[in-house]
């Protein structure tokens, strides 16, 4: 009997996967539980098995492609099974295009309006079903993926454009202008991490508060841990940061929730996300239950974390449940930036360098300082910016004067 290979959900935020590479080809016999393909989705790469035995009859999904939750990527059955026979009995061979029936001579005259046309469209079940959700008409958008198929994103994008002008339009830059060094199409984590910050830049109002904070003492607390005899992992400012950052999120909790169906989630668990950049695109391993850890805890959390994405080798687990994130590129020098929001979140601090900065000192003496830039965004349907302001405020004086008793 025939059966199809569908491509499980995994983990709760995943809404497609993109195939890497096939283990198996067309033909070959498959044990359950052998290994069959790779999958690439928005938090990890992972293995996917083979749930029933069989030969593989038919590859209905190419390697590169991008593909939705749940849709059918092949099919398994014994060796005389007539696949054709199969797909016609049961209409699976319709799965990739669907029938939308459109006004005929939409953009045309009125008198020409009458009757209809039946179109073709090639769109992914995920686009198809958020087409209907935002009212788009699938025959007037351009698909940008594998053979124009209409993805997820090109629904979204349709859905924020105007129905009328008001907009200034400008001619495209031919390639006769300007000589292109090289071309690379989105793929994987970077095309699904791309997809969700445009989307949350676009849906969610930020708000970006910014202040300064002198690291003396956070300074200090950095350099005792680190010279104690006792197996710990090296202390950083990040640890310092995330401890501090839970602590004071605890007293400021809508900086610590979501907005679900017009209706503010305040998460009782705070789980701190820290961005890291690998070759493959942005990922943010999470600290559970940050609030619970010590600072060596913390520290020994996030090494570990640090070499599992560094290695490539991070779970659903590592990279899943954030309620609040730290993002910090104080590494490569930067004094201060405005992040974008972690789409589920309602606040991301962006941390910068620290450096050595000018102040005032006693009796008009100057003394230097070493100064940190801190730049909170919020979604400003859950954070008004008092809200923001208070929880900075509080951040900057326990980093300040109170961080000895992290």
Same mark, same amino acid.
């Given at each position: 009997?025939?059966?199809?290979?569908?491509?499980?959900?995994?983990?709760?935020?995943?809404?497609?996967?993109?195939?890497?590479?096939?283990?198996?080809?067309?033909?070959?016999?498959?044990?359950?539980?052998?290994?069959?393909?790779?999958?690439?989705?928005?938090?990890?790469?992972?293995?996917?098995?083979?749930?029933?035995?069989?030969?593989?009859?038919?590859?209905?999904?190419?390697?590169?492609?991008?593909?939705?939750?749940?849709?059918?990527?092949?099919?398994?059955?014994?060796?005389?099974?007539?696949?054709?026979?199969?797909?016609?009995?049961?209409?699976?061979?319709?799965?990739?295009?669907?029938?939308?029936? +459109?006004?005929?001579?939409? /953009? @045309?005259?009125?008198?020409?309006? %009458?009757?209809? &046309?039946?179109? *073709?469209?090639? $769109? !992914?079940?995920?686009?198809?079903?958020?087409?209907?959700?935002?009212?788009?008409?699938?025959?007037?958008?351009?698909?940008?993926?594998?053979?124009?198929?209409?993805?997820?994103?090109?629904?979204?994008?349709?859905?924020?454009?105007?129905?009328?002008?008001?907009?200034?339009?400008?001619?495209?830059?031919?390639?006769?202008? +300007?000589?292109?060094?090289? /071309? @690379?199409?989105?793929?994987?984590? %970077?095309?699904? &991490?791309?997809? *969700?910050?445009? $989307? !949350?830049?676009?849906?969610?109002?930020?708000?970006?508060?910014?202040?300064?904070?002198?690291?003396?003492?956070?300074?200090?607390?950095?350099?005792?841990?680190?010279?104690?005899?006792?197996?710990?992992?090296?202390?950083?400012?990040?640890?310092?940061?995330?401890?501090?950052?839970?602590?004071?999120?605890?007293?400021?909790?809508?900086?610590?929730?979501?907005?679900?169906?017009?209706?503010?989630?305040?998460?009782?668990?705070?789980?701190?996300?820290? $961005?890291?950049?690998?070759?493959?695109?942005?990922?943010?391993?999470?600290?559970?239950?940050?609030?619970?850890?010590?600072?060596?805890?913390?520290?020994?959390?996030?090494?570990?974390?640090?070499?599992?994405?560094?290695?490539?080798?991070?779970?659903?687990?590592?990279?899943?449940?954030?309620?609040?994130?730290?993002?910090?590129?104080?590494?490569?020098?930067?004094?201060?930036?405005?992040?974008?929001?972690?789409?589920?979140?309602?606040?991301?601090?962006?941390?910068?360098?620290?450096?050595?900065?000018?102040?005032?000192?006693?009796?008009?003496?100057?003394?230097?300082?070493?100064?940190?830039?801190?730049?909170?965004?919020?979604?400003?349907?859950?954070?008004?910016?008092?809200?923001?302001?208070?929880?900075?405020?509080?951040?900057?004086?326990?980093?300040?004067?109170?961080?000895?008793?992290?």
């Amino acid at each position: 009997m025939i059966k199809e290979i569908i491509l499980a959900k995994i983990g709760l935020t995943m809404e497609t996967g993109t195939i890497l590479k096939w283990l198996k080809k067309e033909g070959d016999y498959v044990e359950q539980d052998d290994q069959l393909l790779e999958v690439e989705t928005d938090k990890v790469t992972t293995v996917v098995e083979a749930y029933h035995p069989g030969y593989l009859k038919k590859i209905i999904q190419e390697e590169g492609s991008e593909v939705p939750v749940n849709a059918v990527i092949a099919y398994v059955g014994e060796k005389d099974d007539d696949l054709d026979s199969f797909l016609k009995d049961t209409g699976s061979g319709d799965h990739v295009e669907q029938d939308f029936t +459109v006004s005929k001579g939409a /953009e @045309k005259s009125e008198n020409k309006a %009458k009757g209809t &046309v039946r179109v *073709r469209v090639n $769109a !992914s079940p995920l686009a198809k079903r958020l087409a209907s959700e935002l009212g788009v008409d699938l025959s007037l958008v351009k698909g940008t993926g594998p053979d124009n198929r209409i993805g997820k994103e090109d629904v979204q994008a349709a859905a924020r454009e105007p129905v009328s002008g008001g907009r200034q339009e400008y001619p495209p830059v031919k390639d006769s202008d +300007v000589k292109i060094l090289s /071309e @690379k199409k989105l793929t994987g984590i %970077k095309k699904v &991490v791309a997809g *969700r910050m445009k $989307a !949350s830049y676009n849906d969610a109002p930020h708000i970006h508060l910014e202040l300064s904070v002198d690291m003396t003492n956070a300074s200090f607390l950095r350099e005792r841990p680190n010279k104690e005899p006792v197996k710990l992992k090296h202390v950083t400012y990040t640890d310092i940061i995330v401890k501090a950052a839970a602590e004071v999120l605890k007293k400021n909790r809508l900086l610590n929730a979501t907005l679900r169906e017009g209706t503010v989630v305040i998460f009782d668990d705070i789980n701190i996300g820290i $961005a890291v950049s690998t070759n493959k695109g942005l990922v943010v391993p999470v600290i559970k239950n940050t609030d619970k850890l010590d600072l060596a805890e913390i520290s020994l959390a996030c090494g570990n974390l640090s070499d599992r994405i560094r290695d490539g080798k991070q779970s659903i687990d590592d990279v899943s449940g954030g309620t609040f994130t730290i993002t910090n590129l104080g590494m490569f020098g930067i004094e201060s930036f405005k992040p974008i929001l972690n789409p589920g979140q309602s606040a991301i601090l962006a941390v910068g360098v620290i450096k050595e900065t000018a102040a005032a000192g006693g009796s008009g003496q100057v003394i230097f300082r070493p100064m940190m830039n801190l730049s909170l965004a919020c979604d400003h349907r859950i954070v008004d910016g008092s809200d923001g302001a208070k929880f900075l405020s509080e951040l900057k004086e326990l980093l300040e004067n109170s961080v000895d008793g992290l």
